[in-house]
């Protein structure tokens, strides 16, 4: 039964469930609501879902600080695939509402540096509260809890809503990034166009630490696409990476950093390698010469005869 469920930042009409519905294989599985990220994925980790769609990245503010903690921490879990969303606000108000009547806002804490200038600009004495999503403070706004919700022009209908303005969104092309994450199983084979995620704990404190880290990948020619500091909870200082880097598991130059991190960090947690979204193998910038799947193996060729005379 749960390998038909999906589970999703939700209530109904969250950015997140419209990024869930692009994936071809959500038209024949159950989509279930959760009221929080650790909800969806805890829904997960204890099996009552199969995978769940949560938000990681968005393009104005970086990683998604609620989501990268959760998946630092608890039962592994691994991401299996990533979809990007376009982003724009609609402003959602009770029917009959004027800007003018606007004294509390609502929207998820990830879309408040996505409508700022907006906000600044038309409800400058506007009072600024956080929901759960942006659906849920629509939800809120129905209940009369709030005047107006930033969210998607397509929750109106479903909170019995109206968009009083539309296309909000400070920057443009803002997008924002969703993972599929699902328990830990074999990532599924590389396309060319992938992308690797993993969480790293530094070691001792000590000058070069994080250039250490940054070394394992750049030696190999391996381009980082996300590098986020959290806090470990340990104590101000204390501090673990949410990196993505480009490239799978499976190929040699990732796999190689990835070990080199395992030797010189106490945590490495591989959090998945899966197709990038929106990007083909065509156009995946080239490698930087000696850092091939064939150029590895060559070398560990060369190793091996070297070790035993056979030059
Ligand atoms: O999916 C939603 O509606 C969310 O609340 C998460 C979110 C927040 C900001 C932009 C996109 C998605």
């Not at 101000?236 to 010189?264: P, S, T, W």
Request: hydrophobic share 45%; charged share 20%.
């Amino acid at each position: 039964m749960s390998a038909t469920r999906y589970a999703y930042l939700g209530p109904e009409g969250t950015f997140t469930e419209v990024a869930l519905r692009t994936l071809p294989e959500a038209a024949t599985r159950e989509l279930v609501p959760m009221v929080s990220v650790p909800a969806a994925l805890d829904a997960v980790r204890n099996g009552e879902a199969a995978a769940a769609l949560v938000p990681i990245e968005n393009s104005v503010e970086g990683g998604i600080t609620a989501t990268l903690d959760e998946l630092a921490a608890g039962d592994p879990l691994m991401i299996y695939r990533e979809v990007l969303l376009s982003i724009t606000f609609a402003l959602l108000v009770r029917p009959g509402t004027k800007l003018s009547d606007i004294k509390t806002v609502t929207a998820h804490p990830a879309a408040q540096p996505q409508v700022r200038n907006w906000m600044a600009a038309h409800l400058p004495q506007a009072v600024w509260e956080s929901a759960a999503s942006n659906a849920d403070g629509a939800r809120l706004v129905q209940e009369g809890r709030y005047d107006a919700a930033f969210a998607g022009e397509f929750a109106a209908a479903t909170y019995g809503l109206e968009p009083l303005v539309t296309e909000i969104h400070d920057a443009e092309n803002a997008q924002t990034r969703f993972v599929l994450v699902g328990r830990p199983a074999r990532p599924s084979a590389p396309t060319g166009a992938d992308k690797t995620s993993v969480m790293i704990w530094l070691g001792d404190d000590h000058p070069g630490a994080l250039l250490e880290l940054l070394q394992e990948f750049a030696v190999r020619g391996v381009n980082l696409m996300l590098i986020q500091s959290r806090p470990t909870g340990e104590g101000i200082g204390n501090y673990c990476f949410a990196v993505d880097a480009e490239g799978h598991i499976a190929d040699r130059r990732v796999g190689e950093a990835l070990m080199g991190l395992k030797r010189i960090c106490p945590k490495v947690r591989f959090l998945g390698s899966y197709p990038r979204a929106g990007v083909s193998a065509d156009e995946v910038r080239p490698l930087r010469a000696g850092t091939s799947d064939s150029d590895f193996t060559e070398a560990a060729d060369w190793l091996a005869r070297s070790q035993d005379g056979r030059i």
